[in-house]
């Protein structure tokens, strides 16, 4: 079992930025791939940014040059800088971990980012 938890979520204005954190425990070892979610009112899910064991990453084209996403492994946290925030990118945040073999999706409880106009 993984668990993960997230914070740093919160109310900001329209150009400012936030920074979320997902702390990993359990059996993380079992994870090869770390990302982002959101989830709008009324919108599905979507991936927001991913990074692999390995440093690779992957961003949504919404927020290309103004996320980044980062881990830690000394510390098992996974960063998601937010520069430049819109009002569209209300949404709450979930951290997900993703185990191949067999395949299974973990997630957090969510953080909640409300921008402001």
């Known amino acids: 079992q993984v668990q993960l938890v997230e914070s740093g979520g919160g109310l900001v204005q329209a150009g400012g930025s936030l920074r979320l954190s997902c702390v990993a425990s359990?059996?993380?070892?079992?994870?090869?791939?770390m990302g982002w979610y959101r989830q709008a009112p009324g919108k599905q899910r979507e991936l927001v940014a991913a990074?692999?064991?390995?440093?690779?990453?992957t961003y949504a084209n919404s927020v290309k040059g103004r996320f980044t996403i980062s881990r830690d492994n000394a510390k098992n946290t996974v960063y998601l800088q937010m520069n430049s925030l819109k009002p569209e990118d209300t949404a709450v945040y979930y951290c997900?971990?993703?185990?191949?073999?067999?395949?299974?999706?973990?997630w957090g409880q969510g953080t909640q980012v409300t921008v402001s106009s």
């Open positions: 359990g059996s993380i070892f079992s994870i090869n791939l």
């Open positions: 997900n971990g993703q185990k191949p073999f067999p395949p299974y999706n973990y």
């Open positions: 990074i692999t064991s390995g440093g690779i990453t």
